[in-house]
């Protein structure tokens, strides 16, 4: 990265939001509250990091039930982010990457290669399973991620809590 890059990456940190306001899905057929661990986890790692997490709701693997929810989330100013759990995956009833998708107004492909090039890393060959997908629907951030515990800790620690407010400010502008 070129010095110059690297001044303008960190003046672009420095005009973000210290604290951004997020909604939680997590995508499941079977998921309830009480057993749900990667919606509960990324709002932990949310708030931890100083954010707020307005909303979050479990809703089945269904596209029009997800769009529903999607844009019930995209009618509130108040939320930069939305942050999706689970359906990533290559199964007949994982469709949270093909129903989001089709919302995107601008796509973030480096979002879902850096995650599985990461996934890569921990778990080998299993990771071209995963679709976990980024884009912006208007000015609000979307990102996926499978449903495990594990891959939502490595999604948040790795790439979504060191450019969450980056991101924000730059869907903003």
């Excluded at 995209?74 to 009833?93: K, N």
């Amino acid at each position: 990265m070129s010095e110059f890059s690297s001044k303008s990456a960190a003046q672009h940190r420095r005009q973000a939001p210290e604290s951004v306001r997020s909604a939680v899905l997590t995508v499941s057929d079977t998921r309830k509250p009480q057993d749900d661990r990667g919606g509960p986890l990324i709002r932990q790692m949310l708030t931890t990091a100083g954010h707020e997490v307005g909303q979050n709701q479990i809703v089945p693997d269904e596209p029009v039930r997800l769009t529903e929810a999607v844009q019930q989330y995209l009618e509130q100013p108040a939320i930069d982010v939305i942050l999706i759990t689970g359906g990533t995956g290559v199964a007949s009833r994982d469709q949270t990457p093909d129903t989001v998708e089709k919302l995107y107004t601008k796509t973030l492909p480096g979002y879902g290669e850096l995650f599985r090039m990461l996934s890569y890393q921990e778990i080998g060959s299993a990771a071209l399973l995963s679709r976990a997908s980024g884009g912006l629907i208007g000015r609000t951030v979307v990102l996926t991620m499978p449903g495990s515990p594990a891959a939502v800790r490595l999604a948040m620690e790795k790439l979504i809590l060191p450019e969450l407010a980056h991101l924000v400010e730059q869907a903003r502008g």
